[in-house]
């Protein structure tokens, strides 16, 4: 049987509100305010997640949990904290999984500002170049599966997000839907299927159209075709354009387009057809999101989204011969880590391990087992070495290059850096990669003289761990041997997602109190103060007071381990100001964290309004002298519900790190729906005229109207330039020479830098481009060359780094770009898939059941075979397991999306008989 004549199938359907009334579309919310009411690729690949989520929760009962049940999330708007609450347990972050899918989103989005991307056709569907774009949306979902089984995951998002927008280009850019389409294209995932019946060379496909909308300009015949965008490549004479303000195609006869980018006439010709193209794009989203989950399965799918309220292990581990109880400490607080959290939605989801001496560093160990990981660990032992320095940033990067995004990275040494040259470069990446890394130094950094020093060390050594660690919203702790094992605590409390609570002023000054505010969402506050301290005193909004004694007191428990103070106040905290009065010598430092649901993420971009599309392009940091825009989503807003209003967040105000002055504030306005938690302000280019770090603390109201603080775990900074790294959109294969793009651009005044490269040992990279002079305003563009040796490893990934650096006479920290490419077969075998005794194999999740007649039953699974080369043969990566081959259960994808108008969603649910009630079809409900 064709493939063709195979229904697409949906095991659940939930109709919930996404396309309406919110109802390549434009990439993300900042494009609703050139056209409201737009469905966009974040809206879309959002919805496809959550659903894919929802259905993986649905189908794997949480042990120890009630299963959840569809019918709970009928009728109401699809968040992840609720189905992280209902799986997880009440209050179980959503942060991590969150952060995950806006990785995801801005990887999509950004395939319509980046250089290399937003011209290309074959990356959206346009000019006709239809195999061309198949072949490549293909290519990139094969690149996000490899990347994911080679666990750089931030990668496989990355890729992940350039498929999809490729996808959902599909049904926005063709005629598809206007052939009367009901159902995503039943072979687009498949290379070697046909597309079916595509508009040849000479066939005129659109007839001239004047007006904005041109709901009737396509000629009447059945062939597929699609809008030419630009100049290149030239419009032939009778073709569709794409249509809209930013196709000079649009204005050459004939005049008009095709494009349901949005539902504004302005820039999208076929505007009446949006919605139902958004929901095409929604339907083959999932589609995809099923297709990765049976090839990863579900722990490496889980994996490739963070779906888990469970923080990551990493540690970067001195091996030396002086280290033997610091590398004791680690296990010990590894094996209570595991053992506490062991089948709990607390467990850590990923393991990491870096060992380093001097001269070398790693191998890296990752893996997603504890008991593979203790083991490992359990190997190690304090041998060798006995000098000082060591190569801990190095180890340090490779600890960060395999680390999920916000996680904790504890370094176990007892020496300082002999890699100081990397701490640029490791504190951008720390920041880029939103992890926090905490030094345990068991030396005192004046007196230790336990090692062999071949040379005067400078009491100025430990300084890069300070610079990484303020960047990275770390510390640097140093203590005794005697007292290591206790204060490694610090990374078993970490673990528990705290947050750290804004102090005023943020470090000791002799004669002032810190002053910190409690709200009615805080748990488990702890007070860490570590330094030559003479005395200190906590106090609450009460006026009760308690010293340093140890033991329990009158507000908390007080334990001491040499210089190293941890103050547990007692559960629940008292709301409202509290103060720290510290007498002390030296550099001492209190830090104060809780527990707490509420919290938030944040990105910066920038407006930009100039084709194709409009919308924000992101950024890693804000750039000097550009209007930048700083997104925030607020996090566990729903698990925070109580009766009354919902907490909100008013402003944001940016300090000095680590001063604390106030730069300045700027009221936050929300974007879509009050319960996404969305809030955007804009940040004009005098607030951001700081040479220095920053923070960004979010002042709002709780429920009851009290005050309500959040800090940001990291660290600001504001660079001097604009670095854009962008390379092929292909993968890089051995033997090839791959060009990249490089972009500088400076907005600030004239800037004089300096360029520098890195790449893996084995790979060479030249570069045309080795110093700039920038006037304001002025870009420069540079090109790169990156020789793979025929030895390169398939299936491996490279990174790329490019600083900029300023030859200013006061320099500025350097500005990094990263770029991860991946390594692959130079022509990889992409088959159709394998035939079996029920005919052809198709996509192990087809979309859409249509209901069965009476008395047939719902197939429980599909069968599939393995997809060939091009989609990743089992051997290559023996840590990640083995393909799958033969039946596998069929994942149908789950569809969010709004009420039928006809008829309530609960009353239709329950008129269905009981064996449809879990297999219910979509038909025309869909609208």
């Keep these: 049987m064709p493939p063709t004549d195979v229904p697409l199938a949906l095991g659940l359907v939930l109709l919930l509100q996404l396309l309406s009334p919110t109802s390549a579309f434009f990439p993300n919310i900042w494009s609703l305010l050139a056209a409201p009411g737009s469905v966009t690729h974040q809206d879309l690949t959002e919805a496809a997640a959550l659903n894919a989520t929802l259905q993986l929760f649905l189908e794997r009962p949480p042990p120890g949990r009630p ?104 049904y926005s850019h063709s005629n598809w839907v206007e052939l009367g389409q009901q159902r995503p294209h039943p072979h687009l995932l498949w290379p070697r299927q046909e597309l079916g019946s595509l508009a040849r060379v000479g066939d005129p496909t659109c007839a001239d159209c004047e007006e904005l909308s041109c709901p009737g300009n396509l000629l009447g015949f059945t062939r597929l075709t699609s809008g030419y965008f630009g100049t290149y490549p030239a419009k032939p004479p009778g073709k569709c354009s794409h249509g809209g303000r930013f196709d000079q195609s649009s204005s050459q006869p004939p005049r008009g387009g095709i494009n349901k980018d949005s539902t504004a006439p302005g820039f999208s010709p076929h505007h009446t057809f949006h919605l139902q193209a958004a929901k095409l794009a929604l339907l083959a989203s999932i589609q995809a999101f099923g297709l990765l989950r049976s090839r990863l399965g579900d722990r490496g799918f889980s994996r490739l989204l963070d779906i888990t309220p469970a923080s990551s292990l990493s540690f970067v581990l001195d091996t030396t011969g002086s280290m033997g109880e610091e590398i004791n400490a680690a296990k010990t607080q590894a094996r209570h880590i595991v053992e506490q959290r062991r089948g709990s939605p607390m467990e850590p989801a990923h393991y990491v391990l870096v060992p380093f001496h001097d001269p070398g560093f790693g191998p890296v160990f990752t893996t997603s087992d504890p008991d593979s990981f203790w083991q490992q660990l359990n190997e190690i032992q304090a041998v060798g070495g006995g000098d000082e320095p060591e190569m801990s940033l190095s180890a340090l990067e490779l600890a960060l290059l395999h680390t999920p995004p916000l996680s904790d990275i504890f370094v176990f040494t007892d020496a300082s850096p002999k890699d100081a040259f990397l701490t640029h470069r490791v504190e951008a990446l720390a920041q880029e990669r939103r992890c926090r890394v905490t030094f345990l130094v068991t030396e005192d950094p004046l007196r230790g003289q336990r090692r062999v020093r071949r040379e005067v060390l400078s009491p100025l050594r430990f300084e890069p761990y300070e610079v990484v660690a303020l960047a990275s919203g770390g510390e640097v702790i140093f203590t005794k041997d005697q007292h290591i094992q206790d204060v490694a605590t610090v990374v078993g409390d970490s673990m528990t997602d705290l947050v750290v609570l804004p102090l005023e002023p943020p470090v000791v000054v002799p004669g002032r109190p810190l002053v910190f505010t409690v709200d009615g969402l805080l748990r488990r506050v702890t007070v860490r103060i570590h330094g030559e301290v003479r005395s200190f005193r906590i106090r609450n909004p009460a006026g009760v007071s308690q010293g340093q004694e140890e033991g329990q007191g009158s507000l908390g428990h007080t334990r001491r381990f040499g210089q190293f103070w941890m103050v547990s106040l007692n559960d629940p905290p008292q709301t409202g100001t509290w103060e720290i009065q510290v007498t002390a010598e030296g550099n001492t430092r209190v830090r104060v964290q809780a527990q707490t649901a509420l919290d938030f993420l944040f990105h910066f971009g920038i407006p930009v309004e100039d084709g194709p599309h409009p919308g924000l392009y992101p950024l890693t940091q804000p750039v000097a002298g550009l209007q930048t825009q700083l997104l925030v989503e607020v996090t566990g807003l729903h698990s925070s519900r109580r009766k009354g209003p919902l907490p909100h967040f008013s402003h944001v105000v940016l300090r000095g790190v680590p001063e604390g002055a106030e730069l300045g504030r700027v009221p936050l306005e929300p974007r879509g729906a009050p319960e996404r938690g969305l809030l955007v302000a804009s940040l004009p280019p005098p607030l951001l005229s700081t040479a220095g770090p920053f923070s960004l603390e979010l002042l709002g109201r709780d429920g009851g109207g009290r005050d309500l603080h959040r800090v940001a775990p990291q660290p600001c900074m504001v660079v001097p330039v604009l670095l854009e790294l962008s390379g092929p959109g292909g993968f890089l294969a051995p033997g090839s020479k791959a060009p990249l793009s490089l972009r500088i651009a400076s907005f600030s005044g004239p800037r004089d830098l300096d360029l520098r490269t890195w790449v893996n040992s084995s790979f060479a990279l030249t570069s045309n481009l080795s110093r700039v002079h920038l006037e304001h305003n002025e870009s420069a563009w540079g090109r790169l060359w990156l020789e793979v040796p025929e030895s390169a490893a398939l299936d491996s990934v490279v990174m790329v780094t490019v600083a900029a650096m300023g030859r200013e006479a006061r320099p500025v920290p350097p500005t990094h770009a990263f770029l991860r490419l991946l390594v692959l077969a130079a022509d990889p075998q992409v088959t159709r898939p394998h035939s079996t005794s029920q005919g052809p194999a198709r996509c192990p999740c087809p979309l859409v059941w249509p209901r069965p007649h009476h008395g047939q039953p719902y197939p429980s699974s599909l069968p599939f075979g393995d997809l060939g080369q091009g989609w990743g043969k089992a051997g290559r990566q023996p840590l990640v397991g083995h393909s799958r081959r033969g039946a596998a259960p069929c994942r149908p994808g789950l569809l969010v999306t709004a009420a039928p108008r006809r008829m309530s969603l609960q009353r239709y649910f329950q008129s269905l008989p009981v064996g449809e009630k879990m297999a219910w079809a979509s038909g025309p409900y869909l609208s």
């Design 67 to 170: 299963p959840l049940r569809l019918e709970d999330f009928l009728g109401r708007t699809l968040l992840a904290d609720d189905i992280f609450a209902s799986y997880f347990g009440p209050g179980s972050p959503s942060r991590r999984f969150r952060a995950a899918l806006g990785e995801v989103s801005r990887a999509n989005a950004a395939q319509d500002f980046l250089p290399t991307s937003r011209n290309d056709p074959d990356l959206h569907f346009d000019a006709e170049r239809l195999g061309q774009g198949r072949t490549r949306l293909v290519g990139a979902l094969r690149q996000a599966l490899v990347a994911a089984q080679a666990h750089d995951h931030a990668l496989a998002r990355q890729r992940l997000g350039a498929a999809l927008h490729a996808l959902q280009d599909f």
